[in-house]
């Protein structure tokens, strides 16, 4: 029998707007005795049903919310979900084989991540329900949608905050390199090097965008990782484009992509130390026309956040003084708990502090394979500005 959680008075009303996380402190009392990993049906204090999910006794989230109905057969519901997000994924790109297939709780599939590259989907599983019906995702990736390759790249720290076992698997194939294209551009994708699944598409249509101000114009890409920015600068016809980041091995793939995209422009890979890269830019009073920063998260998480916000600041007003008169600062944060508003502030205020004028020509988050629900904030994290910079007002 699928055990009832029971929610103390009021606390169902984030669940009713949309959100899909129980936190333990909300429960009131427990029906039936759940292990980790179970299905569990959540009501609220009057008993009204809200809905069914993974239920984790050692979690600060214990339920995550599966389905606004009772689940009758598990295995079919996640065979469903897993299959409408294929199909949002190919009505958006009908042209690419590479994507984000599934963004978690965006795609009602809690604590699952899978990126599809051509045949090989990398997994990073963060719910103990998922982890323990995994075979059910495997099949249908397997079954409906040809997977050669299947295997993890999980984050050690959100493993640990599920109570998860700190391991990567492999259910089909081996952990192979492969060549992917976004829609332009090309990439080798090594997976067991690489940061994260191997690849971030979640700034994919964002790299589309900086075409549009890049042509004939020197580039500086800094935080390049596998040089999507600067690569997209040099197909659109850019005079130059530097390709700066702290990790000698993602310098040492973006010269690979270059090559493999047989691109011309003029370049320069560097490895190097990005705060000090601009700093030595401005006392050499060297300049580019587009400033392109996208930095790790440098807030994990809300503690963090006030060190964070100066690092940002700090990091921006250094790239404004790099950007040429009437040029754009491109600037990114991947940092959930930053807010658009601290973002924009953050930028003003950078702004300020180096007497430049600014105006916000283009703002974005997430490519379109990276959904988010309204009524569930966590699902937002990116944010994406240009910004025309100017010396005079």
């Given amino acids: 029998m699928t055990a ?16 899909l996380w129980v936190f333990s402190n909300e429960i009131g009392s427990i029906e039936g005795d759940p292990e980790s990993g ?44 897993l299959l409408s997000a294929q199909q949002l994924r190919k009505d958006f790109y009908p042209g690419r084989n590479s994507y984000r297939l599934v963004f978690s709780e965006s795609d009602f599939l809690p604590g699952l991540i899978i990126d599809k590259y051509n045949s090989t989907f990398v997994l990073q599983v963060y719910s103990i329900g998922m982890e323990k019906n995994i075979e059910h995702i495997v099949r249908v990736l397997k079954e409906e949608l040809n997977a050669e390759n299947i295997f993890t ?70 935080f390049c990782n596998s040089g999507g920015f600067g690569l997209h600068a040099a197909k659109a016809g850019a005079a130059s484009v530097v390709f700066v980041d702290s990790s000698s091995a993602e310098i040492e793939n973006a010269k690979d992509n270059f090559v493999l995209n047989e691109l011309k422009t003029g370049s320069d ?22 400033v392109m920063i996208d930095p790790p998260a440098f807030a994990k998480n809300k503690k963090s956040l006030p ?48 007497g430049k004028t600014i105006q916000l020509v283009h703002f974005n988050g997430a490519s379109l394979d990276h959904p988010e629900l309204p009524g569930m904030c966590e699902t937002t994290y990116l944010k994406f500005g240009v910004f025309s910079v100017h010396n005079k007002f």
Wanted: glycine fraction near 6%.
């Fill in 38 to 81: 179970d299905l569990a049906e959540v009501y609220d204090s009057r008993n009204n049903f809200c809905g069914t999910g993974f239920y984790n006794k050692h979690s600060l989230i214990a339920v995550r919310i599966l389905s606004k109905n009772k689940i009758e057969n598990l295995g079919g519901l996640l065979k469903e979900k």
């Fill in 153 to 222: 790249k999980n984050e050690d720290y959100f493993r640990k905050l599920e109570g998860l076992p700190e391991e990567d698997k492999i259910y089909l194939g081996s952990m192979s390199s492969e060549i992917i294209d976004d829609g332009s551009v090309k990439y080798k994708i090594d997976f067991e090097k690489g940061h994260k699944t191997g690849f971030y598409f979640d700034q994919s249509d964002n790299r589309f965008f900086i075409e549009k101000i890049c042509k004939d114009k020197t580039i500086a890409d800094l």
């Fill in 269 to 290: 890979f560097i490895s190097r130390d990005v705060f000090e890269f601009l700093e030595s830019c401005i006392s050499e009073k060297r300049k580019f026309d587009v």
């Fill in 4 to 19: 009832r959680i029971h929610l103390k008075k009021n606390e169902e009303r984030r669940i009713r707007a949309g959100h």
């Fill in 307 to 354: 060190s964070a916000k100066k690092g940002y600041e700090r990091l921006n007003r250094l790239a404004m003084q790099a950007v040429n008169e009437g040029g754009f600062l491109v600037s990114s944060s991947c940092s959930h708990h930053l807010l658009k508003e601290e973002f924009f502030n953050i930028i003003n205020s950078a702004a300020l502090k180096t």
